[in-house]
């Protein structure tokens, strides 16, 4: 347990590094969260970005990993049988939002 408190310390801390050698603009960073401009450079100068804004970094730095993380959980719910025909969603739907 502690192994892991300690490495997420070190991406914490990495956090910085990581965005300035993204291929995003910081534009990108301050509208993902929601931030206004001096915030963001803030919490970036003292490295104090809250768990959700951590989640959404790395979901933005790790874009491809996210994915596919993605397609994984989609396959997990279609093998358990959580999906639904297009027909009867689209029925869901129309009840819901006409």
Not at 60 to 65: G, M, R
Request: aromatic share 12%; net charge negative.
């Amino acid at each position: 347990m502690i192994n892991i408190v300690l490495e997420f310390k070190k991406y914490r801390d990495s956090i910085p590094h990581l965005i300035q050698k993204s291929d995003y603009k910081t534009g990108y960073f301050i509208k993902l969260l929601g931030l206004k401009t001096p915030t963001y450079y803030r919490k970036l100068k003292e490295n104090s970005f809250s768990m959700e804004e951590i989640e959404l970094l790395t979901k933005a730095l790790y874009s491809k990993e996210a994915l596919l993380m993605e397609l994984q959980d989609a396959e997990d719910d279609y093998a358990k049988g959580n999906v639904r025909e297009h027909s009867e969603f689209t029925e869901v739907l129309r009840q819901e939002f006409l």
